[in-house]
């Protein structure tokens, strides 16, 4: 293998590895927004968790 192949070989490999990486980061940020989403979800469990609470509290007064 002569030189040039030898460096094409290698930006090759090289484009290869970027394209996996941006792939992968790619799916992160779907996880990431999933994760925000899901957040969100509890975050509306917890608010109506509280209002029950709080009628029931008033509910026994």
């Known amino acids: 293998m002569n030189r040039y ?31 925000s989403a899901i957040s969100y979800q509890l975050s509306a469990i917890s608010y109506q968790l509280s209002a029950i609470s709080y009628q029931l509290s008033a509910a026994q007064s």
């Not at 030898?6 to 994760?35: G, K, M, P």
């Open 5 to 35: 192949n030898f460096l094409s070989a290698i930006s090759y490999q090289l484009s290869a590895i970027s394209y996996q990486l941006s792939a992968i980061s790619y799916q992160l940020s779907a996880i990431s927004y999933q994760l």
